[in-house]
């Protein structure tokens, strides 16, 4: 069955770079997007960006110039770069699947702090 | 970017009711609206795509309707796994955005 599964950090430092994973099963990453998804506590989900299945990516403008999706498709993974992190960037970070370019799966989320 | 506005944002019923929970676009969306369920430490998921169709494995009790900017999420008959968050989200113009969500709870 699909399923995506996201690792990395659960506390990094103001100013240093966010770097998360990905790990998909399922699915091909040829096939499908990935969409990143992110939740800060008590606020709304924000669409972050999509490496779609040939690989390109597009990127909320909000946060372009600071986010970086790549994917090793032999590993069937995915990975998200933020950097020059702040304390409102503390959000539980979602991977999704994305079916005609909307997410249908999602993982479980992973719960990042940011520490001033 | 496309605002939504969902409503309510609170919502208490009971086992047996129909209740519905009300997505609002800033422009039209073409009917691109998904609906989301999510409960507590859970990944969410998705029930409805494309205003009303149903994500198989999904309850028939789930429909979506709507058009335009205004767009229904319909429970005909809650049941006790249907206590949870619920949330919209457009992809009709990017970036894809999301309501803030409708928890229901049991009255």
């Known amino acids: 069955q699909v399923q995506l599964k996201e690792s990395g950090p659960v506390l990094v430092q103001a100013s240093e770079t966010l770097s998360?994973?990905?790990t998909v099963s399922g699915f091909?990453?040829?096939n499908y997007g990935v969409i990143w998804v992110r939740q800060p506590p008590g606020k709304g989900l924000e669409w972050m960006g999509i490496i779609w299945r040939n690989g390109n990516t597009d990127y909320n403008s909000a946060l372009k110039s600071r986010l970086s999706i790549n994917r090793d498709t032999s590993k069937s993974q995915v990975f998200l770069k933020m950097n020059s992190l702040q304390t409102d960037d503390?959000?539980?970070y979602y991977c999704t699947r994305g079916s005609a370019a909307t997410p249908d799966y999602w993982g479980q989320g992973v719960m990042v702090t940011v520490s001033s | 970017d496309i605002q939504m506005t969902q409503s309510p944002s609170f919502l208490s019923a009971s086992v047996g009711d129909r209740v519905t929970i009300n997505c609002k676009a800033s422009q039209n969306i073409n009917k691109y609206l998904n609906w989301y369920q999510q409960k507590l430490g859970e990944a969410p998921k998705r029930l409805i795509y494309?205003?009303?169709?149903?994500q198989t494995g999904i309850p028939s009790r789930f429909s979506g309707s709507?058009?335009?900017?205004?767009?229904t999420l319909t429970i005909s008959s809650l049941q006790p796994e249907d206590f949870a968050t619920y949330f919209c989200l457009?992809?009709?113009?990017f970036p894809d955005t999301f309501g803030a969500g409708t928890k229901l709870e049991l009255k």
Do not use: E, F, K, V
């Open chain 2, 90 to 93: 457009q992809h009709n113009s």
């Open chain 1, 28 to 30: 091909s990453l040829t």
């Open chain 1, 90 to 92: 503390t959000a539980i």
């Open chain 2, 66 to 71: 709507g058009s335009g900017t205004d767009y």
């Open chain 1, 20 to 22: 998360l994973t990905c």
């Open chain 2, 50 to 54: 494309n205003t009303n169709n149903l």
